[in-house]
């Protein structure tokens, strides 16, 4: 299975990345250390990328026009937890909202003649409710 991400620079795919072996750093406390580090960033990156689908949703919502006060409330509370969790700092903010306004416009342009009906009852009322859930 191969997943491949495109932006307006570049195609990127899952096989042009390498993988590369981890050294088994043997048991007990060593072995402890050498994953603690890597799950602290994982799961900073985690944040990033929760941040892209965030606003991602946001838009979608924004496109179909289903953006009301409780749906943006629940947006800023969501951004708010997952800048703070993730650390994330100015750049990195712009970074993941840059990012999710151009998946979200592609997506809204690829819709064509007579799709974004469909769109909208589907993703855009989904991404309204999960954004909801915030708000409460």
Same mark, same amino acid.
């Given at each position: 299975?191969?997943?491949?991400?495109?932006?307006?620079?570049?195609?990127?795919?899952?096989?042009?990345?390498?993988?590369?072996?981890?050294?088994?750093?043997?048991? &007990?406390?060593?072995?402890?250390?050498? =994953?603690?580090?890597?799950?602290?960033?994982?799961? *900073? @990156?985690?944040?990033?990328?929760? $941040?892209?689908?965030?606003?991602?949703?946001?838009?979608?919502?924004?496109?179909? &026009?289903?953006?009301?006060?409780?749906? =943006?409330?629940?947006?800023?509370?969501?951004?708010? *937890? @997952?800048?703070?969790?993730?650390? $994330?700092?100015?750049?990195?903010?712009?970074?993941?909202?840059?990012?999710?306004?151009?998946?979200?416009?592609?997506?809204?342009?690829?819709?064509?003649?007579?799709?974004?009906?469909?769109?909208?009852?589907?993703?855009?009322?989904?991404?309204?409710?999960?954004?909801?859930?915030?708000?409460?």
């Amino acid at each position: 299975y191969e997943m491949c991400g495109r932006d307006w620079s570049s195609d990127v795919c899952s096989s042009d990345l390498k993988m590369r072996k981890i050294p088994n750093p043997g048991s &007990g406390w060593l072995a402890l250390l050498a =994953i603690v580090p890597i799950f602290c960033v994982s799961a *900073e @990156l985690n944040k990033f990328q929760q $941040l892209i689908e965030a606003v991602y949703r946001l838009e979608v919502a924004a496109y179909c &026009g289903l953006t009301t006060d409780t749906v =943006i409330e629940g947006y800023q509370r969501l951004e708010e *937890e @997952l800048i703070v969790a993730g650390k $994330l700092n100015d750049a990195e903010i712009d970074s993941a909202r840059g990012q999710a306004w151009q998946a979200a416009h592609a997506e809204w342009q690829n819709r064509g003649l007579g799709g974004f009906k469909a769109w909208c009852n589907t993703e855009g009322r989904d991404a309204a409710r999960s954004l909801q859930v915030y708000a409460q």
